[in-house]
């Protein structure tokens, strides 16, 4: 049974560019959210996918937008590149609501130079 | 905005040791969780609690909610250098969808 993959696992970009980043989530899963964890920080919400329709977001600008297809895989990008927006970039995916029990992908590594 | 503080943010120990580390909050949380994270992975679940003064043990590891469900512990026994990580907590308020995470501590257990 194949846990949460991400693609690319690492990425270098530079400022003003765009990019996209994918997520497959475990077996049986409906919903994914998406966190950005910076160097030495804890992950913090970008926004969250269920039935292709954004439910939650975070604090973050427009420039990050998402999309979640029929078959519950999503997309994350980012367009117009900061330094800043460097960092490692989880996937987490879980079923139905409540007390849900998330599980992260090993992220990809995103350096904007 | 909701803030949960940890502590200590580095903690190094010698194999055999015991040690606590804390996540707190000013908010509620209907439930916290908490995490541990290898390096060019990401993070595990370990526990869930959601009752004030809940107390839930995994092997070694010890987890408590504050009666107030404010704050919450984690106790490791006789550390182990696969205990090695970094320690996350993460916390829920009401019918929020998002996980609202700690900065972490980042755990050395030295053999």
């Known amino acids: 049974d194949a846990g949460v993959t991400q693609s690319p696992t690492h990425l270098i970009k530079t400022r003003g560019q765009q990019v996209t980043l994918r997520c497959s989530p475990k077996?049986?899963?409906?919903?994914v959210s998406w966190y950005q964890q910076a160097l030495g920080q804890g992950p913090q919400f970008i926004f969250q996918y269920y039935e292709e329709e954004e439910r939650q977001r975070g604090n973050f600008p427009d420039r990050f937008s998402g999309h979640q297809f029929p078959n519950y895989s999503s997309e994350l990008n980012v367009n117009a590149l900061l330094l800043g927006d460097s960092a490692l970039y989880l996937c987490?995916?879980?079923w139905g609501t409540g007390y849900e029990k998330l599980f992260f992908g090993s992220g990809t590594q995103l350096s904007v130079l | 905005t909701q803030l949960l503080e940890q502590s200590p943010q580095f903690l190094s120990i010698q194999e055999g040791e015991n040690l606590t580390v804390y996540c707190n909050s000013s908010?509620?949380?209907?439930?916290l969780q908490w995490y541990r994270q290898e390096p060019g992975e990401g993070p595990v679940l370990l526990v869930t609690?959601?009752?004030?003064?809940e107390v839930k043990k995994l092997k070694r590891l010890t987890f408590q909610f504050g009666d107030a469900r404010k704050d919450s512990s984690l106790h490791i026994t006789a550390a182990q250098p696969g205990d090695t990580g970094l320690y996350l907590c993460?916390?829920?308020?009401?019918?929020?969808?998002?996980?609202?995470f700690g900065s972490g501590t980042q755990l050395t257990v030295l053999p």
């Open positions: 993460a916390g829920r308020s009401g019918s929020a969808r998002q996980l609202t």
């Open positions: 609690v959601v009752t004030g003064g």
């Open positions: 908010s509620v949380f209907s439930s």
């Open positions: 987490a995916s879980s």
């Open positions: 077996s049986g899963h409906d919903t």
